[in-house]
């Protein structure tokens, strides 16, 4: 159980937390919500015992593991797989233990049991390959990989050691859409405590069951899911309204009388009473109005179809291809989704389609008046840090006066003060925002987007689903915020193997599609054939393979109990030879169970489909 009770904390003179209290269940998974600057970094350095409290107590089981994301790996010339190892350093410790006390030693093959030590390579691997890598990158050392990609093994050390309570920071800012979608399952399973800052819609519905929201300096944890978490704020604030008017217009009514009738002796008593009142009467607050997040792109005029028309392409690096047989066309009024694993060549498409990469074959076909933006992270890393907001448009639209370009500033949610600071100071968010304006200053025909909602809060991705919805120009989409997919996007590209082709089906299925492990998922199809109706037969032996999976599954966790008792024994580590036996019949059996589980979960989803 995590108990905050009473704690205060201040910043530079700005107060952060006051007076916050919360508790949070063993076990739970929680999300922490709230507007940016308002201290969710801060509330989690505070649990960490990184900072000192002003007032007030965090209490947490003696003995318990706390873990986050601190910062990116070294670039050393360790490999990810032997670099996420040693973050479980209880287990690289007793690893590494040397000694000649067969007590000794079986103490340390009990522990090392109890911590599923024998499968630590294979479950170390799943994690990594689970966020992005290879099974070719996983033995490659750090050095190999840039800082974005080294935080990813960042994060795979830190769930591979499962802290008793895991603080995750923004998670999906370093992942595509498939490894969000990986950590979405992979902590709806974790079976600690989590405590997760997201901005992430669609994680924070799936992956938690409580929302801990900080807001005016307080902490209150509400029950359910993001969406269950809004529509109770949302009906809260409107009730708090409403009692706000009532009682200014109660208080109204009381001051009118007591200015009309307290110089009149007949009615003083009265007018005293209602001054009373008045003293007494504590103050409903009405609910401070979110400030407006918006995103005004600029209306292109409309060009006569397709803009791109891609036939027989490919392209790629050095004179290798990457990606053939293209036959793409795009037209003002699409909106298009790349779905595909990483390295699978969706970055590459987007950059021959916005003419930073030029094809190696086949005919590419572009309006000759065509404007194209272009946004991707590195651009958000590229701004001058020691220039200003407006210094920036300015460079680039020298000929307006300075009171449009700060219109133009506004437009995106960057205000007269955000305008005169220096990028360096401004917030990840506010970063975004003025690489969105650059990208869309010249009123682009077609925006191609990679990851535009990293370091944006719930407010600006809301805002950026609307001014997407409203604008006229067309739209290419790399992100693993599906909850922005699935409202903006009207058409899905899958990029894999090769080959860019139609997914016919919607988003949850190819969720479910990466989340199966499948490789064969369903996509260029010319028509969705109508699903059959599973036979009575065809119905009962899906039942059969689930049982039959399930049966597995408990003959081999009763091995491996068994395995577990002998590997305690002392006596056995006398003979090291045969020690080592039994050590490699647990780490088969280990392995065995998994396989059982992947073709158990594999048979309830085809019997969950007939049932559907």
């Known amino acids: ?213 900080l807001e005016s300096k307080k902490l209150t944890l509400y029950t359910g899911n993001y969406d269950t978490f809004a529509k109770t704020r949302a009906a809260q604030r409107a009730v708090q309204a409403a009692a706000a008017k009532k009682q200014a217009a109660h208080r109204e009514h009381l001051q009118s009388f007591v200015d009309r009738f307290k110089a009149k002796a007949s009615k003083a008593k009265q007018a005293q009473s209602r001054v009373k009142m008045l003293e007494k009467m504590e103050t409903i607050t009405a609910p401070e109005d979110a400030a407006r997040v918006v995103f005004t792109f600029p209306e292109p005029e409309e060009l006569s179809p397709p803009i791109i028309n891609i036939e027989g392409g490919s392209v790629g690096y050095d004179g290798k291809a990457i990606l053939q047989r293209l036959n793409l066309r795009i037209d003002q009024d699409d909106r298009i989704a790349l779905l595909g694993r990483n390295g699978e060549g969706k970055s590459t498409l987007s950059k021959l389609l916005s003419n930073r990469l030029d094809a190696m074959g086949g005919t590419i076909t572009r309006h000759s008046k065509l404007r194209i933006g272009f946004f991707a992270q590195h651009q958000v890393d590229e701004l001058h840090l020691d220039e200003t907001p407006l210094d920036h448009v300015r460079r680039e639209l020298s000929h307006l006066e300075p009171v449009k370009l700060r219109a133009k500033l506004a437009s995106f949610g ?131 393979e689930v049982r039959k999976a399930e049966a597995r599954i408990e003959k081999l966790t009763e091995m491996s109990e068994k395995l577990q008792v002998k590997l305690a024994r002392p006596e056995l580590y006398e003979n090291k030879g045969e020690a080592i036996i039994w050590q490699k019949k647990y780490a088969e059996v280990v392995e065995a169970t998994e396989r059982a589980e992947a073709l158990w979960l594999a048979a309830l989803d085809a019997l969950e489909k007939m049932e559907s």
């Not at 966020?131 to 070719?136: K, L």
């Not at 802290?163 to 490894?179: A, C, I, K, S, V």
């Not at 690489?435 to 535009?452: N, R, V």
């Open 1 to 213: 159980m995590l108990k905050i009770q009473d704690i205060t904390y201040a910043i530079d003179g700005r107060t952060l937390i006051e007076n916050a209290s919360v508790t949070v269940p063993t076990g739970h998974k929680v999300g922490i919500v709230g507007r940016n600057g308002a201290g969710k970094t801060t509330l989690f350095r505070i649990i960490r015992g990184e900072l000192v409290l002003e007032g007030g107590s965090i209490e947490i089981p003696r003995g318990a593991r706390i873990g986050g994301v601190a910062q990116e790996v070294p670039g050393n010339e360790v490999s990810l797989l032997d670099t996420v190892l040693a973050s479980d350093t209880e287990r690289a410790a007793l690893m590494a233990e040397e000694s000649d006390d067969p007590h000794r030693i079986a103490e340390i093959q009990t522990r090392l049991a109890d911590i599923d030590a024998w499968s630590a390579e294979g479950r170390a691997a799943s994690i990594l390959r689970g966020v992005g890598f290879t099974e070719e990158e996983i033995h490659m050392p750090c050095s190999a990989f840039s800082g974005g990609w080294r935080m990813r093994v960042a994060l795979a050390g830190v769930l591979f050691s499962a802290p008793d309570f895991l603080l995750l920071d923004e998670p999906t800012n370093y992942l595509d859409l498939e490894g969000a979608l990986w950590l979405e399952n992979y902590l709806g399973r974790y079976p600690h405590t989590v405590l997760l800052i997201s901005h992430d819609r669609a994680l924070l519905n799936r992956a938690v069951g409580a929302i801990l929201h």
């Open 414 to 544: 960057l205000g007269a003060e955000q305008a005169e600071t220096a990028v360096g100071r401004l917030s990840g968010g506010q970063k975004a925002r003025l690489s969105l304006l650059l990208a869309t200053l010249d009123a682009p025909h077609l925006l191609i987007l990679d990851e535009p909602t990293n370091h944006l809060d719930i407010e600006s991705r809301e805002a950026l689903v609307e001014a997407l919805t409203a604008y006229s120009g067309a739209v290419v989409l790399v992100s693993h915020d599906m909850h922005l997919l699935s409202l903006v996007a009207d058409r899905l590209w899958l990029v894999k193997d090769g080959a860019v082709t139609p997914y016919e089906e919607d988003l949850d299925a190819y969720r479910r599609f990466l989340l199966s492990g499948d490789e064969k998922p369903k996509a260029a199809k010319q028509a969705a054939p109508a699903r059959r109706k599973a036979t009575r037969e065809e119905f009962m032996a899906a039942r059969s």
